[in-house]
């Protein structure tokens, strides 16, 4: 289960009330479900294999510094660790979503020290120092980027696993060139892929976006 | 993701000296610039690497510096910095071209010089954990297999295609490879860097174990000097080229007085025609001088099974690098 001191996205927020299954969350659900079938596993003939199989694969680990969405992060990490699995995973930072894990799809792109690049092909130790933006980042105050309310008004979003990924691209995108062109749009975007293939609303949104002012 | 160690290198002899000492405990090492694709193979099994020594830590390898010799570009320099240099796109424009034609910009922000020149080929039977030549094994399954996108100039016993865009640039502009190793740097020409695979099937290039690329040198280029990198691909961004071809040229009006013109994606290692570039010299830039060059690019290919599209692409490719570099 989930470590609800940590900071994290809103769904954390304290006044939900995770007693009440009409107020869990989907996330919270699954996660609970996960951690009951790992116990299983455990207790059984099977856990002692599991174990030592972790014991012999145990990689170095580093202190690394990482600020993330303004804040500033001291970690301890696993050399092997990815740098989308400590966003997610030690910082509870779900809104960057896994998914080709192989820097093909751009579900996973952040920016790193403004630039995006895929958090699935970068280890957390090469981040060291480096200056993260996830999309949990882009809201402020409680108030939408303007390139997210165009998204939400030109329906970019289908079944929004990329979306994350489209958001940061395209934040990148109009920091550089605040009123780009549909085919700018499409050429900033070639690295995030839709497999809804929701391309010309997402194309639509950036360039709505870029007509009314810009990413920030 | 298996076990791993990450070794931060603050300069190139401290990186090689850490390989070493990795190598002698008996580790695989990897060097890593990016990394991008290193992490991919490592995921796949495909790179057996227990230790990466990550080189974005070495203090100045990624800057880009003049003197009266000409250009030197850090090994370590991102491919989206090579490819908006002003200077680079000016006086090197194919360089800034290929740069720019590779991969998606997510990608191109980490990817390296020095990773782009030197990472492993393509072929789908090595990425996927065939053994082949390029895997240590004794045999290339594209031969009697799918060889669509293999070689059609150089193959044999291996027909991979050499996977770089900004190579066959590099070696238009006759670029030197600065190697850092064991027994310090040394300078090698293209012709010294890039190995056929009939010399060794398992390599694309002669770096010995412990060595790394760590910077690339580009002589002075003389004055009306332009250049181009067309690259072709079978969809219209994020993959390797089906051909891709550097045309460097030095002309007075139209007359060129001498060409360089080298392929990519459709031998081991970036693919100088110096028929093309013979017949070039002395000749006017038109439309008939383009498509005759065209015709000579492929005179000696020698297609595979499947790969026979790969002949007209080229000869279009090669049109259209040397009609878009005529004068006005």
């Known amino acids: 289960m989930r470590d609800k001191s940590k900071p994290g996205p809103s769904e954390t927020d304290s006044s939900v009330n995770y007693l009440d299954p009409k107020a869990q969350s989907r996330r919270d659900f699954l996660e609970g479900t996960g951690a009951a079938v790992v116990a299983t596993a455990a207790a059984s003939s099977l856990g002692v294999g599991v174990a030592s199989a972790q014991e012999s694969s145990r990689s170095a680990r580093s202190a690394i510094s990482l600020t993330v969405n303004g804040v500033d992060h001291s970690l301890e990490v696993d050399d092997r660790w990815t740098l989308v699995e400590v966003l997610r995973d030690q910082l509870d930072l779900t809104?960057?979503?896994?998914?080709?894990?192989?820097?093909?799809?751009?579900?996973?792109?952040?920016?790193?020290?403004?630039?995006?690049?895929?958090?699935c092909s970068q280890l957390a130790v090469w981040a060291d120092g480096a200056d993260v933006r996830t999309v949990e980042g882009l809201a402020l105050n409680g108030q939408l980027s303007p390139l997210q309310q165009a998204f939400v008004d030109n329906n970019g979003p289908q079944c929004g696993f990329c979306t994350p990924g489209q958001l940061m691209t395209a934040t990148a995108l109009l920091q550089d060139n605040p009123s780009p062109t549909a085919a700018e749009v499409q050429s900033a975007l070639v690295g995030n892929?839709?497999?809804?293939?929701?391309?010309?609303?997402?194309?639509?949104?950036?360039?709505a976006a870029g007509d009314q002012g810009g990413a920030a | 993701m298996k076990a791993l160690t990450n070794i931060n290198a603050s300069s190139f002899s401290d990186a090689v000296q850490a390989a070493q000492r990795a190598r002698a405990a008996g580790q695989a090492v990897a060097f890593s610039g990016g990394g991008t694709d290193l992490l991919q193979q490592i995921k796949d099994g495909t790179d057996p690497a227990d230790v990466i020594i990550n080189l974005r830590t070495v203090a100045d390898?990624?800057?880009?510096?003049?003197?009266?010799?000409?250009?030197t570009l850090g090994g370590l320099i991102a491919l989206s910095e090579l490819a908006a240099d002003p200077q680079v796109i000016t006086s090197l424009t194919a360089i800034a071209q290929a740069a720019a034609s590779v991969g998606t910009p997510q990608i191109r922000n980490v990817a390296t010089l020095a990773g782009n020149v030197t990472q492993r080929p393509w072929c789908w039977y090595y990425r996927n954990g065939f053994n082949c030549y390029k895997a240590g094994g004794d045999e290339c399954f594209s031969v009697n297999g799918e060889n669509g996108q293999h070689a059609i100039f150089g193959g044999g016993p291996s027909y991979i295609v050499h996977p770089s865009d900004v190579a066959p640039a590099l070696v238009a502009f006759d670029?030197?490879?600065?190697?850092?190793?064991?027994?310090?740097?040394?300078?090698?020409?293209?012709?010294?860097?890039?190995?056929?695979?009939?010399?060794?099937?398992?390599?694309?290039?002669?770096?010995?174990?412990?060595e790394l690329l760590s910077a690339i040198r580009i002589p002075s280029v003389a004055a009306n000097t332009f250049s181009t990198y067309q690259k072709i691909m079978d969809r219209e961004a994020w993959t390797h080229a089906e051909v891709g071809v550097a045309t460097v040229i030095q002309r007075d009006g139209n007359a060129v007085n001498?060409?360089?013109?080298?392929?990519?994606?459709?031998?081991?290692?970036?693919?100088?025609?110096?028929?093309?570039?013979?017949?070039?010299?002395?000749?006017?830039i038109n439309a008939a001088t383009a498509s005759e060059a065209g015709e000579l690019a492929v005179s000696e290919a020698q297609p595979l099974a499947k790969n026979g599209h790969k002949l007209p692409m080229t000869?279009?490719?090669?049109?259209?690098?040397i009609l878009s570099l005529a004068a006005g």
Not at chain 2, 61 to 71: C, F, K, L, Q, Y
């Open chain 2, 315 to 321: 000869s279009a490719a090669v049109e259209r690098a």
């Open chain 2, 61 to 71: 390898a990624r800057t880009i510096t003049s003197d009266s010799g000409g250009v």
């Open chain 1, 95 to 119: 809104g960057t979503k896994i998914g080709c894990n192989r820097s093909e799809c751009g579900a996973c792109t952040v920016l790193m020290n403004g630039q995006p690049v895929y958090s």
């Open chain 2, 258 to 284: 001498n060409a360089t013109v080298v392929l990519s994606g459709v031998a081991p290692i970036p693919w100088r025609v110096e028929a093309v570039e013979d017949f070039l010299a002395g000749r006017q």
């Open chain 2, 175 to 210: 670029a030197r490879f600065q190697v850092t190793g064991p027994n310090g740097e040394r300078e090698l020409n293209a012709e010294e860097f890039f190995v056929l695979p009939i010399t060794n099937p398992e390599r694309e290039n002669s770096l010995a174990e412990g």
């Open chain 1, 193 to 207: 892929l839709c497999r809804c293939s929701n391309y010309n609303a997402i194309v639509e949104a950036v360039v």
